[in-house]
């Protein structure tokens, strides 16, 4: 095996940039129909690039195939998943206008608190292949599958085709990434698009190419538009490894950088000024912001609010601060403790050693190869593009893990992620340099300390589930150990010790996560707040139950689902009393136990008495029903298909509609029903606006009572007589 991580030859030739003498350039390949059957272009589609060795592309689309099956499976369990995105899913493949602007209903009341690129796929197939729980996935299994290849693509560049089977495997079993891949919030395009913008960062630092600078930068303006500031948190990372490694001078590659920067502002801005140009009376009231703007949404709630935890207009809207909160307890090691670390941190440690180990290395190489070169005159070249391959995801990781681990607004465990492929890449990177290395004793050892601290890791995170697989723990300890023992002594060993060795030293390191990962896909996961893993494996925030406040999440309390079974969070999910991996979660609550702000923070089970109710004339109304909060709202448009309005957005604390704008529609006969939910909720006790509130006790005062079953509602056609 050959690893390409020394002095690379760049792939434009022999000139004043190139690391080495030109390589040999095979004349192109003939097109199919012009001097090549299609039979030997289909064979070499399988066998891949002449050079590699006839296993590799086999190899790569068994890993895509193997990772596609085990994200496909039981897909179907979660049903809608989120269903405040899938309302909003069923809704653009309605209307083209709430497809553009991401609203949650066909009747453009009011938008997600998201942008809506990651709405887009979704919405599409739902318009292709009508609606239903495979619609709406599939898109985000194809967009795992791409990460995959990406994080693959780009670690096989560099290195060996080893290596990228190495990251694309570890980043296929992180069990936070085969829930988020499997699951319609946004955080499986922005994975995708954030490892396509390292992708395109580490190309430009092979040759010093302008364009890939530019497709990176449309990369993060994508990602803007799937979760507005997240997409900029590896950019300060990212643009410093560029303006310090890349091959070009360095006036280029500050030119380089500032077309990059116009490429996000371009990608991710043409979105963002139509909206804001765009008449407010005549476009959905963007959800989430308080004075119906994007900028402050964008900068407010869900930007900057996250970082300080002050989030007008959050429900709760407590950060979690360093002793802990409903966001968790923040601090230097919140990506192991007890409520994040089973999602992302299985081989967080080993990544860290081998990035600072990989770093060491190619730095140390790099300076060898400069210091016996002839100098060249013109010559920019600074560091060997592997060097800038381990700065590039490992700073990505950092700049990410310490962004999150101090956050104190809103903060869900699913949110790691993120960190999938750069820890994956990380990792390929790593064991393969150090594996070249492995007759150097401090290169073993390294390998060695690497698997030890993945085992010892392992078993911590297995023993905080005690009666799941209670045996795996000490396979994982013990194996570990004894695969780093004979790790030390490996360049020493035969053929056999040597597999024997290794094999051990992957299954301790992996099986912590692969079986954390099939017990995930073997479950049904739905609401806004999900997690990897068996019953009590993450236990988010301070204390819930009923009428425990908070939102969107952190709470132990079980929820009615869409299905009428109860669905609770990561602390509540059912598991085989074997510990065995059918695990039979039913799915994680939104928020809020049983009392939660009348019906805000609960779903609902949609009743067939009260389904007949809203679907009798509804097509004479433009929303046949309204109700505080999103949470119920999604729930009936999707069981009826009819659009609902949300009063006062996700958290009932949006200003939108105003009363008086509310009364307008009533009077217009635009709305049917009030969805009555015990105590009508409405407050807030973070700065929102109590519009809900002021709504719903006009609507109790004036208007008849309805009841369908166990649901109540208010006809807004009938006045009472004292109204």
Known sequence: MTTHYGPPTHQGGAGPHSWGPPPVV????????????????????????????????????????????????????????????????????????????????????????????????????VRIFGLDAWAILVPEVVMGILTIAVVYAAVRRRFSPAAGLIAGAVLAITPVASLMFRFNNPDALLALLMALTVYFVVRGLEDGRTKWLVWAGVAVGFAFLTKTLQAFLILPALALVYGVCAPVTLRKRLGQLALSALAVVVSGGWWVAIVELWPASSRPYIGGSQNNSFLELTFGYNGLGRINGDETGSVGGMGGGHMGGQWGESGWDRMFNSEVGSQISWLLPAALILFVAGLALTFSRSRLHLSRDTPVAGRTDRMDPAFGSFLAWGGSLLMTAVVFSYMAGIFHQYYTVALAPYIAALVGMG???????????????????????????????????????????????????????????????????????????????????????????????????????????????????????????????GMPGPNGRNQQNGNGNAQNPQGGFPGGRTGEGRAGGAGGPGGLLNGTNVGSEAKKLLEKDARKYTWVAASIGSQNAATYQLATGEAMMAIGGFNGSDPSPTLAQFQKYVAAGRIHYFIASGGFGGGNSNGGSNVSSQTSSWVEQNFKKVTAGAATFYDLTQRTSTG
């Open 26 to 125: 095979p004349p192109p390949a003939p097109a199919p129909g012009a001097g090549e059957p299609r039979q030997l272009f289909a064979r070499r589609l399988w066998r891949g690039r002449p050079e590699d060795p006839c296993w590799v592309r086999p190899a790569f689309c068994g890993l895509l195939l193997a990772a596609g099956l085990l994200y496909l499976y039981n897909l179907s369990a979660s049903g809608y998943a989120n269903s405040f995105y899938s309302a909003a899913v069923q809704a653009g493949s309605k209307s083209w206008k709430a497809f553009f602007f991401g609203s949650l209903d066909a009747g453009n009341a009011i938008t997600v608190d998201k942008p809506p690129a990651a709405l887009w796929p979704m919405a599409l197939a």
């Open 431 to 557: 064991v393969t340099v150090l594996w070249e290395e492995r007759s150097r004793m401090w290169a073993s050892l390294t390998l060695a300390g690497a698997v030890t601290a993945t085992a010892a890791w392992g078993y911590v995170l297995l023993n905080r589930t005690p009666a799941y697989l209670p045996w795996l723990k000490w396979l994982v300890l013990v194996g570990g150990l004894v695969g780093a023992l004979g790790l030390i002594f490996v360049a020493r060993l035969g053929r056999r010790l040597t597999l024997a060795t290794v094999g051990l030293s992957v299954v301790a390191s992996l099986a912590g996560p692969a079986a954390y990962t099939l017990t995930t896909v073997n479950q049904g996961h739905t609401g806004s707040i999900v997690t990897a893993g068996p019953a009590g494996a993450s236990m988010m925030g301070g204390r819930g139950g009923p009428g425990g406040g908070g939102m969107r999440g952190g709470f132990r309390g």
